[in-house]
């Protein structure tokens, strides 16, 4: 059986993933590396595959009409980012900046800083 290896570039279908392989080759005529990128629909059974993820396709009956190919195996994970958690944090972050900022302009922080190092 042939097996390719890719990159997920999207999983919104139901059970099925698009794989983007790239390949390096030598040009015929130019005798320079060409890099070719192609995609391929690939069946998911268990929609595990995010985008980004690195998988080993194995090629396989017809399942659809553009589906020939399986995922195997996922190679490396691709780290999922929840931009919720990022923003609630950024947020609190802003807001005690903001804090130390006023209590420094009315003196606060100035007065404390003088006394440790006295």
């Not at 990128?37 to 690195?54: I, M, R, S, T």
């Not at 944090?89 to 009315?106: F, N």
């Amino acid at each position: 059986m042939k097996e390719i290896v890719g990159r997920v570039v999207s999983n919104k279908m139901m059970k099925t993933v698009t794989v983007m392989v790239e390949r390096l080759y030598r040009h015929p005529r130019f005798k320079r590396f060409v890099r070719a990128k192609k995609k391929y629909a690939a069946h998911d059974e268990l929609n595990e595959c995010n985008p980004g993820d690195v998988v080993r396709l194995k090629h396989s009956r017809p399942l659809s009409k553009t589906k020939r190919w399986v995922v195997e195996e996922i190679l490396r994970r691709e780290r999922i980012f929840d931009g919720e958690a990022v923003n609630a944090a950024v947020k609190e972050r802003v807001r005690t900046e903001k804090r130390e900022r006023l209590a420094a302009e009315r003196g606060f922080a100035a007065s404390a800083a003088a006394e440790p190092g006295a």
